[in-house]
């Protein structure tokens, strides 16, 4: 006879482009999807079951994006469903042969409070790239649960399965030390008052370290969320120290990218005939501002 499910979770799926999110979104669902829009927007929205161990599984597969910065619809969708609590868990893909590039969308989940699993692919193509990556070190220094998979093969999804199914349970969330002082010291003692202005237990998902370097960073969308509940006293303290930076976007990115480094400090090793050069070109296409022009640019391209 067979088991009845009894458990019902709720998992979103999110990535940047090309990292085989649809692969695995198929490969869990099979035909249980179901494709439909997004309420009120133009981007599709699909959403997929599974059964693992008496638990069923819904899975809400979210627009490839690069960040949670919010400049395109797409990323908009995103952070507003990592903002409502909807999931149980995030499942975050990254490109194992990309990873700086692709670990980006990462550093803007520290801070975030949704139990995070993250999952290497392209695996195969890092290591034919000469790129041999220490997964137990990334999971160590992340904090987070970390499953390398080749989407393609039944046993990397059977472990996937398996890792995920211990972190409903166990909701861990990445590290925030290393990047918090780092905005600490490049904003100075503005980013603690900042905090200090902010509720103690952050809005909602978003703790006060996430909402000020958003803040910094000159994020519309969570500055007017700031606004609506902190109240105006408590926005004008806010807003009167933030007036002083017009920069902040990119001190923000700059600050990621350190934490990028750190975390991937003797966890990556290259052969030397392949080992490849930071690209500067990298850096401004999931820049959270520079981004979006790059993209436009190429799409541009793309029409001639």
Known sequence: MQAVAQKNITIGLMGQPNTGKSTL???LTGSKQHVGNWAGKTVEQKQGEFTYHNTTYKIVDLPGTYSLAANSEEELITRDYVYSSKSDAIVVMIDASQLERSM???SDFIGVHVPLVVVPTMIDVAEKNGKKIDYKKLEQRLGVPVVPIVTTQK????????????????????GTDFITQKYHENFGTDFGKV???????????YSSEWIAAKLFEGDDNIKALTKEKSGQSIWKIVESILNSYSDGAIIGANCKYEWIDNVL????????????KKSGFDRIAVHPIWGSLWRLFWFCLDLL
């Open 25 to 27: 979104f198929n490969g």
């Open 104 to 106: 980006y969308l990462l």
């Open 155 to 174: 046993d990397g999804i059977t472990k996937f399965l398996s890792r995920l199914e211990a972190a409903t349970g166990d909701k861990k969330y990445i």
């Open 195 to 205: 905090i200090a202005a902010l509720p103690k237990n952050g809005i909602g998902n």
């Open 265 to 276: 400090a003797n966890a990556v090793q290259a052969h030397p005939n392949k080992r490849q």
